[in-house]
């Protein structure tokens, strides 16, 4: 397969953990005899500070014309001062409501080699194995919003049927695929918004996936059992402020936040009839650690996994990189934000250990 995919190195650690999904892919394109075309574009903070702009017209124009997108994350201190007319997390939202990915895949996966790296038990943690389908588009992080004026701010949560019905779908697709359990979450017994949302999802899974066992959770419910009986869910389905908060409170279950990619889908679909997703690791920029070469690689490097998977169905060579990435961490590497006894590894060496596992298998 020939390929043209779209690299956003971004803020902070973002350009090392995006040079290890790099070195990666170009592995995979070795060993499967693939031609993948990788072009970098500024986004964030890197993006203003060179045109002004936290998501430049070429950025754009190339993220649309690609068959796919990988992100490293956008964000740092000096750009947080709320007074500032742009700030690098427009970029982001900006170019997810540009693309038309209004879902996000958020897998949460306990490796078993990393049981002991939870700060959960690890009869709690082990087996582990969930997705969580994020409604991305919509919300209260798109609605109707009003800056702090005055001594008055707000921000509204707003929902269609459609938005969710759609996202809906997703899950409840996913959910055929794997153990046919759906756990939607809300806050139906304070929001309106969650009360439709509530009743979409119920109509959706009732009409088209009678297979499907659909539960439905409240929030701050599901924020409890994430950590008191994670390997009870499936796949969870819910809306974009409370997969944002409930996919990093489920770090803690895999390790590190370091450790979860993510996937984001729409219904524009690229020149191979594939997705055209946008990919990137669930954490942030870290710019307290930035250019120390300590940052763990291995979120985004499972973001490039889920970009041959859904993107450009490749399937058998996405398996391969997660299984390089199982075996790396069988082997015993480390970065410092997993390490409990074991001597920390850095960026570089950790992406080296992946791209030699996935040439060995």
């Known amino acids: ?180 359990h759906l756990v939607s979450v809300d806050k139906a017994n304070v929001l309106a918004s969650s009360r439709l949302w509530r009743q979409v999802v119920q109509q959706v899974v009732d009409e088209e996936f009678p297979q499907v066992t659909l539960e439905h959770m409240l929030v701050d419910a599901a924020a409890m059992h994430l950590l008191r009986r994670p390997t009870t869910f499936d796949v969870l389905v819910t809306a974009n402020m409370f997969g944002d908060i409930l996919t990093d409170e489920a770090a803690a279950l895999a390790g590190s936040l370091g450790m979860l990619p993510s996937a984001s889908l729409g219904e524009t679909h690229n020149r191979h009839g594939f997705p055209r997703g946008l990919y990137e690791p669930v954490h942030g920029s870290a710019p307290d650690i930035a250019g120390q070469g300590i940052a763990n690689p291995l979120g985004a490097i499972l973001s490039a996994a889920l970009l041959l998977r859904h993107s450009l169905g490749l399937e058998e060579e996405a398996r391969a990189v997660e299984e390089a990435v199982e075996r790396v961490l069988e082997q015993g590497y480390r970065t410092v934000d997993l390490a409990v006894e074991e001597e920390p590894v850095g960026t570089r060496e950790m992406t080296r250990a992946v791209e030699k596992a996935l040439t060995q298998s």
């Open 1 to 180: 397969m020939e390929a043209r995919l779209v690299l956003l190195p971004g803020d902070g650690i973002g350009p090392e953990v995006i040079g290890a999904a790099a070195a990666v892919l170009r592995a995979v394109a070795r060993r499967f005899g693939h031609v993948f075309h990788l072009e970098e574009y500024p986004i964030g903070g890197t993006a203003i500070e060179a045109t002004g702009e936290p998501l430049p017209p070429d950025t754009l124009q190339a993220c649309l014309e690609a068959d796919a997108v990988l992100l490293g994350a956008v964000g740092d201190p000096k750009w947080d001062r709320p007074d500032l007319p742009v700030r690098p997390e427009q970029g982001l939202l900006a170019l997810r409501k540009a693309m038309g990915v209004y879902a996000n895949l958020r897998p949460v996966r306990v490796f078993p080699a990393l049981v002991h790296a939870s700060p959960l038990k690890p009869e709690i943690v082990r087996g582990t194995d969930f997705v969580v389908v994020r409604e991305l588009t919509g919300g209260l992080y798109f609605g109707p919003r009003q800056e702090p004026r005055e001594g008055r701010a707000y921000d509204t949560m707003v929902y269609t049927e459609a938005e969710i019905r759609r996202v809906a779908r997703v899950a409840a697709r996913l959910a055929l695929k794997r153990g046919r």
